[in-house]
């Protein structure tokens, strides 16, 4: 046998050992880990960085826009805290405002009510000016009529003098607004006086 066959054979006897080799840890791999083996053309690796390259881009790209987004929320959360204190004293501005108001009605309201009542006041006692002049016209026609020596003469009269009595001591004359009775029996004696 000459060298150049020795070594043809010897080489396949080592391709044939490290080719069963090779499946032996291929068919372990294969049981036990669940490993194959295969063959993957040089043109799908390439496919697969671009596509890695390109998930790397997107994924800077989406973290670019999310720290972007976070920047902008802290930015709008310092706005808003800005505002929301900025509201609070509004709030407190407006409370005491109200309060400044409801002082400002109560104050106006108690003016409007003491007007008020000056003026019924006024307006209750001119009333009873108006009567008690009605009441001196009454005994004078009365007089003139010659009816001055009636009851009733005497006791209209004794009316108007209480009435002017009032008058000199301070006392407001209303009219007998708050005394009925008495208002109903001036009117019966000018009834009485009026008749011949």
């Known amino acids: 046998m000459s060298a150049v066959t020795g070594y043809v054979l010897g080489y396949e006897d080592g391709r044939s050992a490290a080719d069963i080799s090779r499946r ?21 690796l390439i496919q697969l960085q ?5 998930f790397r881009a997107d994924s800077d790209h989406n973290f670019d826009k999310a720290d972007l987004f976070h920047r902008e929320a802290l930015e709008w959360k ?4 800005r505002h929301e204190a900025h509201a609070a004293a509004l709030r407190v501005e407006v409370v005491a405002l109200q309060a400044q108001l409801a002082a400002a009605r109560d104050q106006a309201q108690a003016a409007i009510a003491e007007e008020r009542a000056l003026h019924q006041t ?10 008690f002049r009605l009441m001196a016209t009454w005994l ?8 001055s020596d009636r009851p009733e003469f005497a006791e209209l009269r004794d009316m108007a003098k209480d009435v002017t009595d009032a008058i000199q001591r301070g006392n407001p004359f209303r009219g007998y607004r708050d005394e009925p009775e008495k208002k109903a029996r001036l009117e019966m004696l000018v009834a009485a006086l009026d008749r011949p």
């Open 78 to 81: 310092a706005d808003a805290d």
């Open 24 to 44: 032996n840890r291929e068919i372990v791999d294969s049981v036990f880990y669940g490993q194959r083996t295969v063959e993957v053309d040089q043109s799908y």
């Open 50 to 54: 671009q596509l890695v390259e390109k």
């Open 140 to 147: 004078i026609e009365a007089h003139s009529a010659g009816r």
């Open 122 to 131: 006024t307006h209750e006692e001119r009333w009873g000016l108006n009567l």
